[in-house]
C-alpha cells in the first residue's frame, strides 16, 4: 500500500510561481512511476506531467516550459515546481503514483496510476 500527501498549494498572483510537494509512504518508491494530475472546476481531471522511475519526464503542451517534475528518491518525494502561472493553472493538483515495476516509461494514462493522493488546491488570480 502507498499513501501520498501533497502539500505547497495555494493563492498566488498571475505570473507568480509555486513548488508542490508530493511525500510517499509504503514500499518501493523508486520503482514508481510518479505523475501530476489537477482538476479544475467543472472540468475532467487531466495529466498534468510524469517522470519515470529513471527520471525521464513528459509534460502537458499547456505546462510544458512552465513546470518541471522532479523525485527524491532518497526522500520519498515527488515534486512540481510551477511557473509563470496562468489563471487556467486554477485546479485541485494530485500526485499518483503507478505500481512497482521495472518499467522505464512515465504515462500520461490516469488508469496507469493505482494511488492518489487527496490533493492541494492552487488558486491563481488574475
Known amino acids: 500500500q502507498v499513501q501520498l500527501v501533497e502539500s505547497g498549494g495555494g493563492l498566488v498572483q498571475t505570473g507568480g510561481s509555486l513548488r508542490l510537494s508530493c511525500a510517499a509512504s509504503?514500499?518501493?518508491?523508486?520503482?514508481?512511476?510518479m505523475g501530476w494530475f489537477r482538476r479544475a472546476p467543472g472540468k475532467e481531471r487531466e495529466f498534468v506531467a510524469a517522470?519515470?522511475?529513471?527520471?525521464?519526464?513528459n509534460y502537458a503542451d499547456s505546462v510544458k516550459g512552465r513546470f518541471t517534475i522532479s523525485r527524491d528518491n532518497a526522500k520519498n518525494t515527488v515534486s512540481l515546481q510551477m511557473n509563470s502561472l496562468k489563471p487556467e493553472d486554477t485546479a485541485v493538483y494530485h500526485c499518483?503514483?503507478?505500481?512497482?515495476?521495472?518499467?522505464?516509461?512515465?504515462?500520461?494514462?490516469?488508469?496507469?496510476?493505482?494511488?492518489w493522493g487527496q490533493g492541494t488546491q492552487v488558486t491563481v488570480s488574475s
Open positions: 499518483a503514483a503507478s505500481r512497482a515495476s521495472s518499467s522505464r516509461s512515465w504515462s500520461s494514462n490516469q488508469d496507469d496510476y493505482d494511488y
Open positions: 517522470i519515470s522511475r529513471i527520471s525521464s519526464t
Open positions: 509504503g514500499r518501493s518508491f523508486s520503482s514508481r512511476a
